[in-house]
């Protein structure tokens, strides 16, 4: 656990080192500040736009985070060798990948609370209730979302040959993770056997980014801490990423540098 531990804590700092990572913490920030700007165009639901507007900020600023900490980790490990310097140490493969996406979700949690904050002030100034439960769930289901992305992230930075590829395989599974769930009740439809196998197995492997999308339920009477859904989501995020972050240390223990 130290050996994780201390990977993590590499991660991490290293993460918050990189200047471009810390602009996009800033605009971040400046993107849920522009909410109130979006308010003033509605007449009757201020809080409601300011609330769908901050939350969709934070949920797009954390995948991106994911994506600019992997490509920073990625650029550092191909190009400037330190993965090589980690390696002489006295630490096995698989400690170094739980450790590395520990350290990651590190830097990503930090953000979503950072943008929960401000958000929480805005809807302070615009006179709604910022301790409402629905904002702060809908933020933890944001934060599960990216965490699946994220171990998608390490399966792609050891199978990847290069940085683009990673960061265009990562965007193809955060848009598919969106539209799956669609597109397989439109095959389930109007599709033949074969698009119908097709989708059924993209609809399987392709992570299910919809069941944490709160965007329609944070306004409904939908119990967003109902225990059957939340215990749903928490065990399939909890098997999902599992199972990534197996097939990332087996693929990486047979990896020759």
Not at 40 to 69: H, N, P, W, Y
Not at 214 to 243: E, P, Q, R
Not at 245 to 257: A, D, G, H, N
């Amino acid at each position: 656990m130290r050996r994780i531990a201390a990977v993590a804590e590499y991660i991490w700092k290293q993460s918050f080192r990189n200047k471009i990572l810390n602009v996009l913490i800033l605009f971040a920030v400046f993107a849920i500040g522009f909410s109130l700007a979006i308010s003033e165009l509605a007449q009757e639901s201020e809080i409601k736009m300011v609330v769908d507007f901050g939350l969709f900020a934070i949920s797009l600023f954390a995948f991106l985070t994911v994506v600019l900490s992997m490509t920073v980790q990625l650029f550092e490990e191909t190009e400037l060798k330190t993965l090589m310097l980690i390696m002489v140490k006295p630490i096995k493969r698989h400690e170094y990948i739980a450790g590395k996406y520990i350290g990651m979700m590190l830097t990503v949690l930090m953000n979503v609370v950072l943008m929960l904050l401000i958000l929480m002030l805005i809807i302070k100034f615009r006179g709604g209730d910022p301790w409402d439960i629905k904002i702060f769930a809908a933020a933890m289901y944001s934060f599960l979302s990216v965490s699946i992305l994220a171990s998608v992230a390490m399966l792609l930075s050891v199978v990847t040959t290069s940085v683009p590829s990673c960061i265009i395989f990562l965007i193809s599974v955060y848009a598919m993770g969106h539209l799956t769930v669609h597109l397989k009740s439109i095959a389930d439809k109007s599709g033949g056997a074969a698009v119908k196998a097709v989708v059924d197995a993209i609809y399987y492997i392709v992570p299910n980014l919809e069941l944490f999308n709160m965007k329609d339920k944070i306004h409904g009477n939908l119990a967003l801490f109902d225990a059957g859904y939340l215990g749903l989501v928490l065990g399939y995020t909890s098997l999902y990423i599992a199972v990534m972050l197996i097939l990332t240390s087996v693929i990486f223990s047979r990896k020759e540098f």
